[in-house]
């Protein structure tokens, strides 16, 4: 089910599409930023079937081949946090709006397991995520993904866990990105983002690793 009601969150983080479990569409009042067109989220050309997390990649211009290299999964580093919160505080801290691509709610402050594309996914520009020595790198190449949450204090829940995995499936198949190219960002950067509780393991299986 899609939250309308989240119309306000994405007029100020800039325009995205918010997806859950079994359907998707965009908002009323955000289709003319995402599509040139009346036509907002569409069945993939020539597709016989489409899962919704494939809705992702319905953007005004087709993602192009080989842009997108690596994802890196963060966390909020807070219980609590929504998109608007997150470009906040980015703002606050100086950055040029949001820097991931994608946000995944944990029930506080977003619905548990929803997905948000922000700005920077609609657009298809570069992230402003990743810090380390390699960051440059991975901003620039790599989508970031940020689970609403602490993992160094609480577990995700089952619904935002999955909901992360199959977004990550689904961009690793649509998009040719490679299983060991999925990095959480701990393994970049001195951090310990998306915290102890993150279920390696269960991401590392379902990728085939």
Same mark, same amino acid.
């Given at each position: ?20 479990? +079994? ?82 709610? +944990? ?31 991975? +901003? ?11 993992? +160094? ?57």
């Amino acid at each position: 089910m899609v939250l309308a009601s989240l119309a306000g969150a994405l007029t100020l983080v800039g325009g995205g599409l918010w997806l859950t479990g +079994n359907t998707a569409r965009v908002p009323a009042g955000v289709a003319p930023m995402l599509a040139t067109s009346s036509t907002t989220i569409a069945p993939v050309p020539g597709a016989t079937r489409q899962s919704p997390m494939e809705a992702v990649l319905n953007l005004p211009q087709p993602v192009q081949g080989g842009r997108w290299k690596a994802i890196v999964i963060h966390d909020s580093g807070e219980l609590v946090g929504s998109p608007r919160t997150l470009e906040e505080r980015a703002t606050a801290m100086g950055l040029k709006g949001l820097g991931y691509h994608f946000v995944v709610g +944990n029930g506080s402050g977003m619905s548990d397991g929803q997905v948000f594309a922000a700005q920077r996914w609609v657009s298809q520009v570069s992230g402003a995520h990743t810090a380390g020595e390699q960051g440059e790198w991975f +901003n620039q190449h790599a989508i970031g993904i940020c689970m609403v949450g602490d993992g +160094n204090r609480e577990r995700f829940s089952p619904t935002q866990t999955g909901a992360t995995i199959e977004l990550v499936r689904t961009l690793c198949s649509k998009l040719g990105i490679p299983a060991d190219r999925v990095y959480l960002h701990s393994q970049l950067a001195p951090t310990t983002s998306p915290g102890k509780f993150f279920p390696e393991a269960q991401l590392r299986a379902s990728l085939g690793r």
